[in-house]
């Protein structure tokens, strides 16, 4: 079964950090781009980072450049979302996806032919 778990979220203060883990199975990370997207209420879910493990090309959102850090452990097919200086802005549902397209659009990007997500982690950065 393909499958992503997202683990890691959770309340942390205006400034601080998070890792968001990412645990693929029923394929490997060299299979997919994976990506990192979020959700605000009322909002559609926008992308936030994304790599190709097989070519190392990374994107992010322009709203996380410099803060958050996308990487990966093969060996244990997962993929991590690092998550610096947090402000009450990025309060979301932060969901992992695997895809075989990526679509650049101004400031983030799109996952075309998707193929799964993950349940969804709540971040919470209170101010």
């Known amino acids: 079964e393909v499958q992503l778990v997202e683990s890691g979220g959770g309340l942390v203060q205006a400034g601080g950090s998070l890792r968001l883990s990412c645990l693929v199975s029923g394929f490997t990370i060299d299979d997919y781009l994976i990506g990192w997207f979020r959700q605000f209420p009322g909002k559609e879910r926008e992308g936030v980072a994304c790599?190709?493990?097989?070519?190392?090309?990374?994107h992010y959102a322009d709203s996380v450049k410099g803060r958050f850090t996308i990487s990966s452990d093969n060996a244990k097919n997962t993929v991590y979302l690092q998550m610096n200086s947090l402000k009450p802005e990025d309060t979301a549902v932060y969901y992992c996806?695997?895809?075989?397209?990526?679509?650049?659009?101004?400031?983030?990007?799109?996952?075309?032919?998707?193929?799964?997500w993950g349940q969804g982690a709540l971040v919470t950065v209170s101010s």
């Open positions: 790599f190709s493990s097989s070519d190392g090309d990374t």
């Open positions: 996806a695997a895809a075989t397209r990526v679509r650049l659009v101004p400031g983030t990007f799109i996952f075309e032919d998707l193929r799964v």
